[in-house]
């Protein structure tokens, strides 16, 4: 299962909103993948995760695979849509 997602938030996938993605990944039981301009990076590694540089606007597309699969997918939705709780 895929799904495009836009980082919204204004200083895109800095140390805590990747940190949020991370921990949240990794209560699935389930593979995700994230690609952005030929890059793929397991959503479950922070370290992954900051080196995408995702700045606002950017797209990225997230696969997963696993038991989890649909609940994992929404769940990274609603938190990405949300701006990861920042105001702007």
Known sequence: MS???IIENVL???ARPAAML???ASRFDCDISIKKDGAEVSA???MGLLSLEAARGTKLLFS???P???QAIDEITRLI???F???E
Do not use: I, Q, Y
């Open 3 to 5: 799904r495009e997602l």
């Open 12 to 14: 895109g996938l800095h």
């Open 22 to 24: 991370a921990k949240l």
């Open 44 to 46: 479950k590694s922070l």
């Open 64 to 66: 997963v695979d696993g």
């Open 68 to 70: 989890d699969a649909e």
């Open 81 to 83: 849509e949300s701006k």
């Open 85 to 87: 709780g920042e105001n």
